[in-house]
């Protein structure tokens, strides 16, 4: 008999792991003909449903001879009698009488509770995604700081004590493959907040400009990138940590990432500005050639 369990999944991914021993807690055949399958530690990283900016690892459970390559991994909650995953999970992280799980999603039912897996992650993939990852961090410190003169009042601030426009702008980020992809909405609220978009197409070149210069010198420091946990379960806080000349910095990630900045290569930027519904739009593509 297969309970669901109470506690969250242990995850060793944010210190950079691609394979580790686990045991089977739990496995359940979803309405699509899949499975669900629940490990009491993992090293894959699954797409979160709040902030989806990194996508599953490609990985595979290992159980004797078999294997089972896992399809999708996302994360999922449990009150002890129903899994649910993605959007549809009813709980915020952290609510007492809850776990928040990593589910492997595998395309054949096999595995049982008690059973123990190697769990094997592509490293290729895990490796370049961490890169765009990180990449992506330091994109947008250096956009915040090409930015900076924009703001006509005072606003929060990042973690190099520059106005965030990341923070305050930021619609969607996608992790890729040594790059990422930023979207910005510069709309009213935006503008309310004291954010002049006056002159900004024009301007865009020479703000690509200064954040690709700002990238390199940061680049060249080949500072060291670690993430710091509150703990080891999947629900537990994580932050990168980058120690950036003169200061360090630290943001709540969730991802994964390189251990130091010359593992990027050279990282550049590129701005386009766009008009959805007559909300301008700025996107940023980043890019780590390695
Ligand atoms: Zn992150």
């Not at 996302?74 to 915020?92: E, H, Q, R, S």
Request: charged share 20%; with cysteine.
């Amino acid at each position: 008999m297969m309970t669901l369990p109470t506690k969250d999944t242990t995850v060793l991914y944010p210190n950079g792991t691609v394979d580790t021993q686990s045991t089977v807690l739990y496995s359940e055949v979803l309405p699509d003909g899949r499975s669900a399958v629940l490990l009491d530690v993992t090293c894959v990283h699954p797409v979160d449903a709040g902030w989806p900016d990194q996508g599953p690892d490609i990985a595979l459970l290992h159980h004797g001879a078999a294997f089972w390559p896992v399809d999708d991994c996302i994360v999922g909650a449990t009150d002890g009698t129903t899994l649910f995953t993605g959007a549809d999970i009813p709980v915020a992280k952290k609510t007492p009488g809850w776990a928040f799980v990593v589910v492997h999603v595998v395309d054949a039912a096999g595995l049982n509770a008690g059973d123990t897996v190697t769990v094997e992650v592509d490293e290729g993939l895990r490796d370049s995604t961490s890169a765009g990852h990180t990449a992506c961090h330091l994109a947008s410190l250096a956009l915040n700081g090409a930015l900076a003169d924009r703001w006509k009042k005072e606003v929060r601030l990042d973690a190099l004590g520059q106005p965030d426009f990341d923070g305050l702008a930021i619609d969607e980020s996608l992790i890729g493959q040594n790059a990422s992809v930023d979207t910005y909405r510069l709309g009213k609220s935006l503008r309310k907040k004291g954010f002049s978009v006056e002159g900004l197409a024009a301007a865009a070149p020479e703000i690509e400009t200064s954040i690709n210069a700002m990238l390199a010198e940061w680049v060249t420091t080949d500072a060291a990138v670690r993430i710091d946990c509150d703990g080891d379960l999947l629900t537990d806080r994580r932050y990168w940590v980058c120690d950036l000349p003169g200061t360090s910095v630290r943001i709540p990630c969730g991802g994964t990432h390189v251990r130091s900045l010359g593992m990027l290569g050279t990282v550049s930027v590129t701005l386009s500005l766009d008009e959805l519904e007559g909300t301008p739009i700025l996107t940023m593509n980043t890019f780590a050639s390695r």
